[in-house]
């Protein structure tokens, strides 16, 4: 592969007894009081809903020009990137859990740091490995990690120095998450939101305090959330949707008060998508279940959901993308399919099969899409057919984390390494 810039292949960032400090030149840059931008920042991007409000993509990938590239261990956890670094982590000889802090602009380590922690999976999940899950979210100050074995990490930003590590096995006695920490950290305001410890959890981002626990289960194997929270607003209040292994809920933000809770029908409890929202319509789908678009209503004293349609379309691990009023979604059997969410039609699927899993970025009228098979996608969300624009293999190492991008910066976590792109 050719390009105007040179690829850079860098060394595997140097082990550390707890942590490596940043390069000087970081460390002045966040002295001097440089503001930090969160750019994406967090699981799907500065909403969570996966839409890039970026420059506009071309049209194919011609001018996809590899940056540079650092050699690591396991992850499937997503990179996240501010202003000035890219955050990654992985799993180490089944002992240790680090973070990095990457320079985006020449993929330099500017600080790592590290904790003991590992947890393996059940036997029959063994072949998807048994290293870090959960995608960090970064507030523009401090960044939030969660470890394998139930541990949710606070870092700074700057330094990587541990702010607070709360530990949800022993604080609450809990059996350790059979799957491991899943959940990725939602972050509002003072506050952040994680399924964890056998329950769904809010906490003080400053101390890392619980301020309260709802929806709590036994822990252990089977109530490892696999879903990750969201935030939205039905009738002007606040309401977090969460997503555990057999229900889909409702819940005040304030008090942790469940509002609502209906049953989603799952092999074992795969729920595993995040849900997906358009106005006040919810829409999701579930291993051996089916696609379900629910609607929230009720007034503000009573709210509650309904469902709005049924359809046999079986999605899996990879969650959808609404745009124009329209679910793209990969699906368990490998193809890719267009349903309408007013109405649950499926407006076209696939003949291709594709690799088993998909993580979505929109922008505009269009998809891009990579494959745990390292392919990257370039598709125009038409709802009349399937119109695939490009597709490009850029990674010989299997890429089940959700990709991240931010300007004209694409960047791929596999499980070996960390690559960056300029799609310029």
């Not at 890039?52 to 050699?71: I, R």
């Not at 964890?196 to 252990?220: M, Y």
């Amino acid at each position: 592969m050719k390009s105007a810039r040179a690829l850079t292949r860098l060394p595997r960032p140097a082990a550390s007894l707890a942590l490596l400090l940043p390069t000087t030149c970081l460390g002045l840059l966040m002295s001097a009081g440089v503001p930090a931008r969160a750019d994406w920042p967090q699981w799907r991007g500065p909403e969570r809903t996966g839409a890039f409000k970026g420059p506009t993509w071309p049209a194919d990938f011609s001018k996809l020009e590899p940056a540079w590239e650092v050699p690591l261990s396991a992850s499937y956890s997503g990179p996240i990137i501010s202003e000035k670094l890219v955050f990654t982590t992985e799993s180490v000889d089944k002992r240790l859990e680090r973070v990095h802090a990457i320079d985006r602009a020449t993929g330099k380590t500017a600080w790592t740091a590290e904790w003991e922690g590992y947890q393996g999976v059940p036997f029959f999940a063994a072949r998807n490995g048994d290293w870090m899950r959960s995608t960090p979210a970064w507030d523009g100050k401090d960044l939030f990690v969660a470890g394998m074995r139930d541990v949710l990490v606070s870092l700074n930003g700057s330094t990587g120095k541990e702010n607070w590590r709360l530990d949800f096995v022993s604080e609450f006695k809990k059996a350790p998450p059979g799957f491991g920490f899943v959940c990725s950290p939602l972050l509002d305001g003072k506050y952040l939101y994680v399924q964890a410890g056998g329950a769904f959890c809010k906490l003080e981002k400053a101390t890392g305090k619980v301020v309260w626990r709802t929806l709590e289960e036994k822990g252990g194997a089977m109530d490892s959330a696999f879903s990750s929270p969201i935030l939205t607003k039905v009738n002007g209040e606040p309401q977090l949707l969460v997503q555990t292994r057999e229900n889909l809920c409702g819940v005040d933000p304030s008090t942790g008060k469940v509002l609502w809770s209906q049953a989603i029908k799952a092999f074992r409890g795969m729920n595993i998508q995040t849900p997906v929202i358009q106005g006040t319509r919810l829409f999701t789908s579930a291993y051996q279940g089916s696609s379900q678009a629910w609607d929230l209503s009720g007034s503000a004293g009573n709210p509650g959901v309904t469902m709005a349609w049924e359809e046999k379309a079986e999605g899996y691990m990879s969650t959808p993308v609404v745009l124009g009023g329209k679910v793209f979604m990969h699906l368990r059997n490998k193809k890719f399919t267009c349903l309408d969410l007013a109405s649950g039609k499926q407006d076209w699927v696939t003949d291709r099969k594709f690799g088993e899993y998909w993580s979505l970025i929109t922008q505009g009228s269009r998809l891009l899409a990579l494959d745990e098979k390292g392919i990257l996608y370039l598709i125009q969300a038409d709802p009349a057919e399937f119109k695939l624009l490009a597709e490009k293999k850029i990674s010989d190492s299997e890429t089940w984390a959700h990709l991240a991008m931010d300007g004209d910066l694409i960047v791929i976590r596999s499980l070996n390494k960390l690559q960056a792109f300029h799609w310029k």
